[in-house]
Nanobody, 120 residues
């Protein structure tokens, strides 16, 4: 099995920055994609940013130019640098790992979520 542990959420004023981290643990051979989703009350979970194989990244339109996703494959860790935060970025942010190859098989996994609150 694969576990994802997130850190870095918190409360910040509009215009501020936060950096989220997510580390995957387990008997991992490779991870096809790692990224971040978010969900605010009454809303569906939405993709924020994803880091895929061969260095490909994708971002939600609402965060382009403000958020940057990066990945350290040697540590099975993904980061999300969030700059110029806005109140509408307030949500629970969830880490996701897709097609994680382990000794036991191939899995997808979600983190427990970390709260990001941006005050105006």
């Amino acid at each position: 099995q694969v576990q994802l542990v997130e850190s870095g959420g918190g409360l910040v004023q509009a215009g501020g920055s936060l950096r989220l981290s997510c580390a995957a643990s387990g008997s991992i051979f490779s991870i096809a994609a790692m990224g971040w989703y978010r969900q605010s009350p009454g809303q569906q979970r939405e993709l924020v940013a994803m880091s895929r194989s061969l260095g490909r990244t994708e971002y939600a339109d609402s965060v382009k130019g403000r958020f940057t996703i990066s990945r350290d494959n040697s540590k099975n860790t993904v980061y999300l640098q969030m700059n110029n935060l806005k109140p509408e970025d307030t949500a629970v942010y969830y880490c996701n790992a897709d097609r994680v190859a382990t000794q036991e098989g191939v899995y997808g996994s979600w983190g427990q979520g970390t709260q990001v609150t941006v005050s105006s």
